[in-house]
């Protein structure tokens, strides 16, 4: 069974840096691309970027180049979210989410559960 | 402002069928396949159509999907109150980027 498991909810200060994390299971995690989508309090999906754990190939959505560290540490099917000074306006939910493909057409198919990150005073 | 236009809200009452439009352009949805994602109150997205209008294994038939030119539309069939739910559709730009929907949430009164 295919499984992306989310690390814990974290409450952090202005300024902090934190790492989140999400692990893969029941199947090949350096062969799928994983993606991150935020989710801010109330409304809708809006793409981060993705990783390729086998090679680390990494793409950002322009929004996020620079705001936020995607990572992947394929011996032990994790792949990482990270900023280095966090915002009070990076307060969201985080989802991982595997890139799934069947002749050529992409879609995501298992996503984590969502990782709630709160950044206040 | 969402590169995928959505309207913000839909509903039905049990039983009948709603449609929801995704209106994109030649760059996305002109060009690459839709998927839809429905959201739960309180969970995670799922994939709900992939490819304009196939649906993964467990998603009921009730559910169909449609693309043509630069629009794209879910329609949802014998609505049920389980279908109460947020709607995204997405695609893919060459990037490897997803451009989503803004979403809609589906009311069934």
């Known amino acids: 069974e295919v499984q992306l498991v989310q690390s814990g909810a974290e409450v952090k200060k202005p300024g902090d840096s934190l790492k989140i994390s999400c692990k893969g299971s029941?199947?090949?995690?350096?062969?799928?691309?994983i993606g991150w989508v935020r989710q801010m309090p109330g409304k809708g999906l809006e793409w981060m970027g993705i990783?390729?754990?086998?090679?680390?190939?990494?793409r950002y959505s322009p929004p996020f180049q620079g705001q936020v560290t995607i990572s992947a540490d394929k011996s032990i099917s994790t792949a990482y979210l990270q900023w280095s000074s966090l915002k009070a306006s990076d307060s969201a939910i985080y989802y991982c989410?595997?890139?799934?493909?069947?002749?050529?057409?992409?879609?995501?198919?298992?996503w984590g559960r969502g990782t709630q990150v709160t950044v206040s005073s | 402002q969402s590169v995928l236009t959505q309207p913000p809200s839909a509903s039905g009452t049990p039983g009948q069928r709603v449609t929801i439009s995704c209106s994109g352009s030649?760059?996305?949805?002109?060009?690459?396949?839709v998927n839809w994602y429905q959201q739960l109150p309180g969970t995670a997205p799922k994939l709900l159509m992939y490819?304009?209008?196939q649906r993964p294994s467990g998603v009921p038939d009730r559910f169909s999907g449609s693309k043509s030119g630069t629009s794209a539309s879910l329609a949802i069939s014998g609505l049920q109150s389980e279908d109460e739910a947020d709607y995204y559709c997405?695609?893919?730009?060459?990037?490897?980027?997803?451009?989503f929907g803004g979403g809609t949430k589906l009311t069934v009164l």
């Open positions: 490819r304009n209008n």
């Open positions: 029941g199947y090949s995690f350096t062969s799928y691309w």
């Open positions: 990783i390729y754990p086998g090679d680390s190939d990494t």
């Open positions: 997405a695609a893919w730009d060459d990037n490897l980027n997803v451009v």
């Open positions: 030649s760059s996305n949805i002109g060009s690459k396949t």
């Open positions: 989410a595997r890139r799934g493909y069947d002749s050529g057409f992409y879609y995501l198919d298992f």
